[in-house]
């Protein structure tokens, strides 16, 4: 059974920086693509970032981009999201996922973790 579980949400202020963090089980990370998701009130879940299973491929939404950073440590089995000059629009739950192996089509999810940009 695969477990996610995010970390390091919270309320901060515009132009703060925060860092999530997910850790998976029950799956074999390192060889499966992971990404961000955020879902805003009222809004549709979407795609914030993702990386490829080797860390090749990464892919941003245009309105993070310059701004957030997604890593992995395989080692850890942990996922990462350095999200910097951070806006009021950020604002959201954010959810870590998982794929199924190395493509795109997620699959497992964590609880997600509120994220609150105050202006």
């Known amino acids: 059974q695969v477990q996610l579980v995010e970390s390091g949400g919270g309320l901060v202020q515009a132009g703060d920086s925060l860092r999530l963090s997910c850790t998976a089980s029950?799956?074999?990370?390192?060889?499966?693509?992971m990404g961000w998701f955020r879902q805003a009130p009222g809004k549709e879940r979407e795609l914030v970032a993702s990386i490829g299973w080797i860390g090749g491929i990464i892919y941003y939404v245009d309105s993070v981009k310059g701004r957030f950073i997604i890593s992995r440590d395989n080692a850890k089995n942990t996922l990462y999201l350095q999200m910097n000059s951070l806006k009021a629009e950020d604002t959201a739950v954010y959810y870590c996922a998982a794929a199924d192996g190395p493509g795109t089509d997620w699959r497992s999810w964590g609880q997600g973790t509120q994220v609150t940009v105050s202006s």
């Open positions: 029950g799956l074999t990370f390192r060889s499966t693509t």
